[in-house]
């Protein structure tokens, strides 16, 4: 079976070639994005491997019916980049990675909290410049404080548990609740009671059009506490970036962490470094000396990228053998 994967990096390619040998599969890696523009490099492939800024809308899907592909393995848990009807109606079979390591994207968005609170990419430039000034990077404890947990699925749930380490009280809001982290010690509250409570919020619930998208908003933001840290490592659009911007220039939004952005399939993934960035919400939001942006790493440990790729091939071997994907592992 040939596979074409697209927005692949080298590292894709490392540990896919590793795990493709107890398969037998031809792997083809393009680094661009899947999109109208790319379907001419489909030639031959049965099936098609994209992640997270892929655009499968209805005229790449039909592109690719056309092409003959019959299967697309996500290699990603969301499939917010899918439209689902469209690839229901072509009787496409997709396939994701619901779970390759919660530890991977709990432990980012734990290490965004420390930064921006002890701001140690700071430090690290300051004394590496003979400057040993303390001034500037005071921080505070995180014992005693509370922190609010939006979405307390697998991430959630770790994240919580690390934060209860900390000897942080923690709350959460989830429509579906957690009974074991209930059990832990985090306290489920309905959501304002989360927004105004908190002195850290961490979003870890899944993008939903018209339900968490733009969860947080001028009207959300406006019932935190002032000088809330925002965390987002879960999808770009559940924050409306413009509020968000707002609310850190009049200092009610104290800190935000963001490894994910609405725009961020025009940028992330790339090397910019020479280029003109057009996308002037991003180019603000790095102006502020209280804003963390990392490029969606929160997944890129080595256990998430080796389990990403064992179970991404696994489910190709199940459609190659004509075997049914387990619920969990499909889309459609
Ligand atoms: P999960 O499916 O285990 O948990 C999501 C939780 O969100 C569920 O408990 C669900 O009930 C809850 N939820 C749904 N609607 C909600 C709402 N309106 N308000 C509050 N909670 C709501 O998903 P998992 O594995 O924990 O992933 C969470 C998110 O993390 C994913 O949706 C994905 O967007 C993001 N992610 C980010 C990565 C990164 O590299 N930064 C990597 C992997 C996932």
Redesign the pocket.
């Given at each position: 079976m040939d596979i074409a994967f697209f927005s692949s990096q080298a590292y894709d390619r490392e540990f896919f070639d590793r795990e493709n040998k107890n398969h037998e599969f031809r792997l083809h890696y393009h680094d661009t994005h899947l999109g109208p523009h790319s379907l001419g490099l489909i030639e031959g492939a049965q099936a098609v491997c994209a992640f997270v800024n892929d655009k499968l809308n209805e005229e790449v899907l039909q592109g690719l019916a056309a092409k003959g592909v019959k299967t697309i393995a996500l290699r990603?848990?969301?499939f917010n980049q899918v439209d689902l009807e469209a690839a229901k109606k072509l009787g496409f079979k997709i396939c994701r990675v619901?779970?390759y390591s919660?530890y991977a994207?709990a432990e980012?968005a734990v290490a965004m909290i420390l930064t921006l609170n002890r701001k140690t990419h700071k430090a690290y430039a300051r004394v590496r410049d003979q400057n040993f000034s303390l001034s500037g990077l005071l921080g505070f404890d995180l014992h005693g404080k509370t922190v609010g947990v939006?979405?307390?699925?697998?991430?959630?749930a770790v994240f919580a548990t690390i934060m209860l380490g900390f000897g942080c009280r923690v709350i959460s809001?989830?429509?579906?609740e957690?009974p074991e982290l209930a059990r832990r010690g985090v306290q489920p509250v309905p959501?304002d009671e989360l927004l105004a409570q908190s002195e850290i919020i961490s979003l870890?619930?899944?993008?939903?059009p018209k339900?968490?998208s733009h969860?947080i908003n001028a009207q959300s933001i406006q019932k935190m506490k002032k000088g809330v840290m925002l965390i987002n490592?879960?999808?770009g659009g559940l924050i409306d970036t413009a509020a968000a911007i707002h609310s850190l220039k009049n200092k009610h939004i104290g800190y935000l962490g963001m490894?994910?952005y609405e725009q961020e399939d025009r940028i992330f993934f790339k090397d910019l470094t020479s280029s003109i960035i057009e996308d002037d919400l991003i180019q603000r939001l790095v102006s502020f000396p209280n804003v963390l942006v990392t490029a969606?790493?929160?997944?890129?440990t080595a256990e998430a990228l080796t389990q990403i790729a064992k179970v991404t091939l696994r489910n190709l071997d199940l459609c190659k053998q004509g075997k049914e994907i387990p619920q969990e592992f499909r889309v459609v």
């Open positions: 990603c848990a969301g619901p779970e919660p994207v980012h939006i979405g307390t699925g697998k991430i959630g809001y989830d429509p579906n957690n959501l870890h619930c899944p993008l939903i339900v968490t969860l490592t879960s999808r490894d994910v969606h790493q929160g997944f890129f």
